[in-house]
């Protein structure tokens, strides 16, 4: 029963990173359809070969190499040091396009929340990440005379090292999410499509990278346990974890395409709540400059009648001051309406 099982575990640790493979490639065509086909219809300047597209590109195509190298790798029982070599590099490079375009894409968020200090750490992680995509293929140069089981072990470690940087950084990221998140909730002034449509994307992104070092921490610790894997249980146990791996990488990468898809379509709307915001503030400033005027004209007309009682009348039901407070009514219906046009109503009618 458990030989049965291994079987059934070990082809399944080859096809699905194959099945992945070979659909892949539509979903890079999609993204190339977006970028060149649909976008330029509703953004007539966008830059189909921007950082951020080609960061995006970068992911998939990366990934999908990272899948075919890793699924004839398995299907060798992982002999094949060329196509191991050619798979995690592929991830390191993938990774690395990765949290560039995370960084870049959340770098307004990171400014609001951080310090100066923070940011230049993560940006020398970034720069330095690099250096970290060559440590798995260390393994491949490590003298014949250490075990095989050594050298996984040797593998898994920088790995997760390489893994732990990521998710360092995105834990970062992570928690400025979490907390423009909650502010937005107390203050409505800091709701912003943009930002939301960042700030929610992002930390699904953060989840899916905190899972898959999750799932390499098992496999570290199943190799620990029994480095030779002659447990059948515990060897079953490392395939399942090392698979599950593979998922959460290309969730990531449909979480990032999500993210620039939903971009596309909020980044031409204005900022509704910072308008009213502004609006509300302007409105105050007039009504206080209408109260000081119309206290100046009561004070005139009264010592020119003689008469407080009629100058105040006057003053009251003068034409000036009658339009003047109906267009401050008619500016607060046309703040409360809530529209995308709200500054533009509110520009012709004080003029």
Known sequence: MIA???????????????????????????????????????????????????????????GTTYYGSSAYFNHS????????????????????????????????????RWSRRVLSVLRMQLNLFPIAIIAPPLKLVIPGSVSN?????????????????????DGIMAMTFVLHIRNMKQDS???????????????????????????????LVCRLIDPDMEDETMFNLYRVFWMLKD??????????????????????????AHIQTRIRESLVAFKSTLGSRDSEMREALSTESGDGFQGRKSSTNSPNTYNIEKRVSFTQAAIFAGENKTLTLVTSTLK
């Open 247 to 272: 998922v959460f990488i290309e969730f990531i990468g449909f979480a990032v395409v999500a993210m620039r898809i939903a971009l596309a379509f909020v980044s031409n709307e204005p900022d509704s």
């Open 149 to 169: 089981s050594v050298k996984t072990i040797i593998f898994i470690s920088l790995f997760s090292l390489q893994c732990m940087i990521v998710c360092t950084m």
């Open 189 to 219: 002034t800091l709701v912003s499509p943009k930002l939301t449509v960042i700030a929610n994307y992002g930390l699904t992104a953060c989840v899916f990278v905190f899972l898959i070092v999750g799932c390499l921490g098992t496999c």
């Open 77 to 112: 029982r992982e002999t094949s040091s060329v196509a191991f070599a050619v798979a995690y590099l592929s991830l390191g490079c993938g990774e690395w396009c990765y949290l560039w375009f995370s960084f870049k894409r959340s770098e307004e968020l990171l400014r609001k």
């Open 4 to 62: 049965n099982m291994t079987e059934q575990i070990y082809h399944a640790s080859w096809l699905l990173p194959a099945t992945i493979a070979v659909v892949n490639p539509l979903g890079i065509a999609g993204i190339l359809w977006f970028l060149i086909v649909f976008e330029p219809k509703r953004r007539p300047h966008s830059n189909v070969l921007s950082s951020s597209n080609l960061a995006i590109l970068g992911i998939w195509i990366f």
